[in-house]
């Protein structure tokens, strides 16, 4: 059975908002790595849309191309949910 994701491939585009599993995906983690850096402030949380969580695309990219708190503000936990993932 195909996973959920495997329908990204299908996607135009990326969407402007992105459910949890699809915003893990979008930055390169395991939704409970993902979940884990956002519970620590090491990535942007999500906004609520009809009371789901989404997170705001611009955000993330933001994040990840030079907007990401400096090292000891948050870059150290998403560093140690990563490192988790591996051991």
Do not use: H, N, Q
């Not at 979008?26 to 609520?48: H, Q």
């Not at 955000?59 to 990840?64: A, G, N, S, T």
């Amino acid at each position: 059975m195909p996973r959920k994701t495997d329908k990204m491939s299908r996607l135009p585009g990326w969407p402007l908002m992105l459910r949890e599993e699809l915003a893990a995906a979008y930055v390169g983690l395991e939704p409970g790595a993902f979940g884990r850096a956002v519970r620590r402030g090491a990535l942007p949380g999500p906004r609520r849309l009809d009371g789901r969580p989404l997170w705001a695309r611009p955000e993330l990219e933001d994040w990840i191309l030079g907007a990401a708190p400096a090292a000891g503000d948050g870059a150290d936990a998403l560093l140690a949910a990563i490192d988790g993932m591996r051991g």
